[in-house]
C-alpha cells in the first residue's frame, strides 16, 4: 500500500494520519476506519484533536472520502 504511492496527493499532516490509520488497521484489524473516533486514540490523537486532524483534509467529507479510498485500496491489495 505504502509503496503504491496512494499517500502522495495529500499533506504531510494528513498523509501521516492515513499511514497510522493503515498500521493501525494492520496491527489491530479496525472495523470501522470511517469512525472518527479513532481519531482520539493514540498514535492518532498526537496530530491534534479530531477536529484539528479532519481540517488537515479539507473537513470531514474530504477525510471519509480520503478513508474509503484507503478501504478500497486495501481491499485491492488484498484480493
Known amino acids: 500500500m505504502k509503496k503504491r504511492n496512494y ?4 499533506g504531510e499532516v494528513a498523509r501521516k494520519v492515513l499511514e497510522a490509520l493503515l498500521d493501525k488497521y494492520a496491527d489491530e ?4 476506519l470511517e469512525s ?11 496530530f ?3 477536529v484539528e486532524i479532519l481540517r488537515q483534509f ?5 477525510y471519509l472520502q480520503a478513508v474509503r479510498e484507503l478501504e478500497r ?3 485491492q491489495v488484498t484480493a
Open 7 to 10: 499517500f502522495t496527493r495529500y
Open 29 to 32: 484489524g479496525i472495523a470501522d
Open 36 to 46: 472518527t473516533e479513532v481519531l482520539k486514540v493514540q498514535p492518532l490523537d498526537r
Open 48 to 50: 491534534g484533536s479530531p
Open 58 to 62: 479539507g473537513g470531514k467529507p474530504a
Open 73 to 75: 485500496a486495501i481491499y
